[in-house]
């Protein structure tokens, strides 16, 4: 035998039995090597699906927040609204109390006006009268007023009788 056949026969052993270890080995343990490989698998997904949990959770965290601080917002907001609204109307209810009482104040005044305007007419309708009363008192005055002293003889002669106290004569 030559050292080649001696050589390739040890390789040929030493692969033979790696091989049949190699067979052996993928017979027995194959199952084994199959969990092993899907148990790493399996935890590697389930690490991969914690992360993508705890990264939902995290954003679902940040948007509860902010919903919760916009509903915050909203109802500072909603009171702030009603507040100006019981000011806007208590404003409105004093605008129309000073209405009415402006219209109250004008009726009043009107009336006053009125009452004021009624008198006057009616002094002035007085005076009127008292005034024409005295120019035909002064008429009847002139027309009955001696010209002559002692009033013998009437200049002008009047049919009448003297009005009030224009001559002192007794006819």
Same mark, same amino acid.
């Given at each position: 035998?030559?050292?080649? @056949?001696?050589?390739?026969?040890?390789?040929a052993?030493?692969?033979?039995?790696?091989?049949? +270890? +190699?067979?052996? =080995?993928?017979?027995?343990?194959?199952?084994?090597?199959?969990? &092993?490989?899907?148990? $790493?698998? /399996?935890?590697? =997904?389930? /690490?991969?699906?914690?992360?993508?949990?705890?990264?939902?959770?995290?954003?679902?965290?940040?948007?509860? =927040?902010k919903?919760n @601080?916009? /509903?915050?917002?909203?109802?500072?907001?909603?009171?702030?609204?009603?507040?100006?609204d019981?000011?806007? @109307?208590?404003? #409105?209810?004093?605008?129309?109390?000073?209405?009415?009482?402006?219209?109250?104040?004008m009726? =009043?005044r009107?009336?006053?006006?009125?009452?004021? /305007?009624?008198?006057? *007419?009616?002094?002035? #309708?007085?005076?009127? #009268? @008292?005034? *024409? $009363?005295?120019?035909?008192?002064?008429?009847?005055?002139?027309?009955?007023?001696?010209?002559?002293? &002692?009033?013998?003889k009437?200049?002008?002669?009047?049919?009448?009788?003297c009005?009030?106290?224009?001559?002192?004569?007794?006819?």
């Open positions: 035998m030559t050292w080649y @056949e001696i050589v390739v026969g040890l390789m052993a030493v692969g033979g039995l790696g091989g049949i +270890a +190699a067979f052996i =080995k993928s017979f027995m343990f194959t199952k084994q090597e199959k969990k &092993g490989k899907d148990l $790493e698998n /399996d935890s590697k =997904k389930l /690490d991969n699906n914690e992360k993508v949990i705890s990264e939902w959770k995290e954003m679902y965290h940040e948007k509860e =927040k919903c @601080e916009k /509903d915050a917002m909203l109802a500072q907001k909603d009171a702030m609204l009603a507040q100006k019981a000011e806007k @109307e208590q404003l #409105q209810k004093k605008i129309h109390a000073l209405y009415e009482e402006r219209s109250k104040y009726a =009043k009107e009336l006053e006006l009125k009452q004021k /305007d009624a008198q006057h *007419a009616d002094e002035m #309708q007085k005076k009127d #009268q @008292e005034n *024409a $009363e005295l120019k035909m008192r002064n008429a009847e005055l002139q027309w009955n007023e001696c010209r002559v002293n &002692g009033c013998d009437r200049e002008p002669p009047r049919d009448r009788k009005v009030g106290s224009c001559c002192d004569c007794k006819e």
